[in-house]
């Protein structure tokens, strides 16, 4: 299996600040990489697909670049509502595995 | 639109088999490129693939699972069923079943709500 590796686990940020959260694979996986936004009690919610393809209604603040082993999330000025927890996900091979999730919080 | 609705007892006792129905609306299970999986998650955790029907009726299981799970479709009822056996309290979880979009790009794009399981004697 391919294991996913996010970096880091949780991150303090304040609204108006540029973030980016890493995610590793354990191979190389092209651009079968996804990301997705999960708030407390909700399904998660997908963002960006193939590693840099904005989900359609996602705002533009979020985006994603990498390839390979190598991944990021950047949201590029934080609003309130992006405080939630983000993880990263291959689909390059079966079985589908995630990152272990990074959380975000207001600082 | 696309909506999926997971079914299913919220408790389970140990050593029992858990059978979980996912209702879904606004896609075929048989259109190419259309899949339907489960991803569980347990409290506080991160979430953790299970597995995967898709339009050819083919099935995918997690490597550590496998021995334990088993996923069926019904396209006539527009539903996908995953049973679970021997549970354990550590299967204590929320299950979501989600759509999968599989071409050049595969990823999950609808979710149902998820449906917390609670494994207790």
């Known amino acids: 299996d391919i294991q996913m590796t996010q970096s880091p686990s949780s991150l303090s940020a304040s609204v108006g600040d540029r973030v980016t959260i890493t995610c590793r694979a354990s191979?190389?996986?092209?651009?079968?990489l996804n990301w997705y936004q999960q708030k407390p009690g909700k399904a998660p919610t997908l963002l960006i697909f193939?590693?840099?393809s904005l989900q359609s209604g996602v705002p533009s603040r979020f985006s994603g670049s990498g390839s390979g082993p190598d991944f990021a999330l950047t949201i590029s000025s934080l609003q309130p509502e992006d405080f939630a927890t983000y993880y990263c996900?291959?689909?390059?091979?079966?079985?589908?595995?995630f990152g272990q999730g990074t959380r975000l919080e207001m600082k | 639109q696309v909506t999926l609705r997971e079914s299913g007892p919220a408790l389970v006792k140990p050593t029992q088999t858990l059978t979980l129905t996912c209702t879904f609306s606004?896609?075929?299970?048989?259109?190419?490129?259309?899949?339907v999986t489960w991803i569980r998650q347990p409290p506080g955790k991160a979430l953790e693939w299970l597995a995967r029907?898709?339009?050819?009726?083919?099935?995918y299981y997690s490597t550590s699972l496998k021995t334990r799970l088993t996923i069926s479709r019904d396209t006539s009822k527009n539903q996908v069923v995953l049973t679970m056996t021997s549970m354990d309290p550590v299967d204590t979880a929320t299950y979501f079943c989600?759509?999968?979009?599989?071409?050049?790009?595969?990823?999950?794009?609808?979710w149902g709500q998820g449906t917390l399981v609670t494994v207790s004697s």
């Open positions: 989600a759509r999968i979009r599989a071409g050049r790009s595969q990823y999950i794009d609808q």
């Open positions: 606004g896609f075929s299970l048989t259109t190419t490129g259309m899949c």
């Open positions: 029907v898709d339009w050819e009726d083919d099935k």
């Open positions: 191979q190389s996986i092209s651009t079968y």
């Open positions: 193939g590693a840099s």
């Open positions: 996900q291959q689909s390059y091979s079966t079985p589908i595995t």
